[in-house]
């Protein structure tokens, strides 16, 4: 299942069988988000890869925990993703670190990267936004999910997603020189 990206229904359908014990299914889970996941929690703890990956595992680890209370409603992306957001927003609690994500981190930021700025710039200017700002901007930027997707995972309305969005744009663009 690697490679494609999975989609809700199919997340609802591994969570379901990993709900009644099926390992393969946890696997198969596992296999097609964990990518997608590190990267995402790697962006939101500041480039911290080893705690990225710990905090990955526990999100797999929870996903198994909690797949019985799961309930089916072509969400299954969604809920993995929660998982994940509230244990880097936990984390992030916890340690009060914030070391700040690096240029590779930002790759498909379009908007708001280009040639002329450089690693440090665009670390400094993360590192600037507020935690929920950087989480929406991760999800969109690095993990490449529309902002109806990002409503969904952090259950929140979409307008409020847009909003944040949009201010972390704002934020960043006047931190990164100034272009709009």
Same mark, same amino acid.
């Given at each position: 299942?690697?490679?494609?990206?999975?989609?809700?229904?199919?997340?609802?359908?591994?969570?379901?069988?990993?709900?009644?014990?099926?390992?393969?299914?946890?696997?198969?889970?596992?296999?097609?988000?964990?990518?997608?996941?590190?990267?995402?929690?790697?962006?939101?703890?500041?480039?911290?890869?080893?705690?990225?990956?710990?905090?990955?595992?526990?999100?797999?680890?929870?996903?198994?925990?909690?797949?019985?209370?799961?309930?089916?409603?072509?969400?299954?992306?969604?809920?993995?993703?929660?998982?994940?957001?509230?244990?880097?927003?936990?984390?992030?609690?916890?340690?009060?670190?914030?070391?700040?994500?690096?240029?590779?981190?930002?790759?498909?930021?379009?908007?708001?990267?280009?040639?002329?700025?450089?690693?440090?710039?665009?670390?400094?200017?993360?590192?600037? #936004? &507020?935690?929920?700002?950087?989480? /929406?901007?991760?999800? =969109? $930027?690095?993990?490449?999910?529309? !902002? %109806?997707?990002?409503?969904?995972? #952090? &259950?929140?309305?979409?307008?409020? /997603?847009?909003?944040? =969005? $949009?201010?972390?744009?704002?934020? !960043? %663009?006047?931190?990164?020189?100034?272009?709009?």
């Amino acid at each position: 299942m690697s490679g494609a990206r999975l989609d809700g229904r199919t997340a609802d359908a591994l969570i379901q069988r990993i709900a009644v014990g099926d390992m393969s299914a946890l696997e198969s889970l596992y296999s097609a988000m964990y990518g997608e996941i590190f990267a995402y929690l790697r962006s939101m703890l500041g480039g911290d890869s080893h705690s990225a990956e710990d905090l990955a595992q526990d999100t797999f680890i929870r996903v198994y925990k909690y797949a019985p209370k799961f309930a089916a409603m072509g969400q299954g992306r969604a809920w993995v993703y929660r998982i994940a957001g509230r244990l880097a927003l936990n984390h992030l609690g916890k340690a009060s670190s914030g070391s700040p994500l690096t240029e590779s981190d930002l790759q498909d930021l379009a908007d708001v990267e280009d040639n002329a700025v450089n690693s440090k710039a665009v670390a400094d200017a993360m590192a600037a #936004l &507020s935690p929920e700002e950087r989480q /929406v901007v991760s999800l =969109h $930027a690095v993990s490449g999910l529309t !902002l %109806r997707e990002i409503s969904d995972i #952090l &259950s929140q309305p979409l307008g409020t /997603v847009k909003w944040r =969005h $949009a201010e972390a744009i704002k934020k !960043l %663009r006047s931190l990164l020189g100034g272009r709009d």
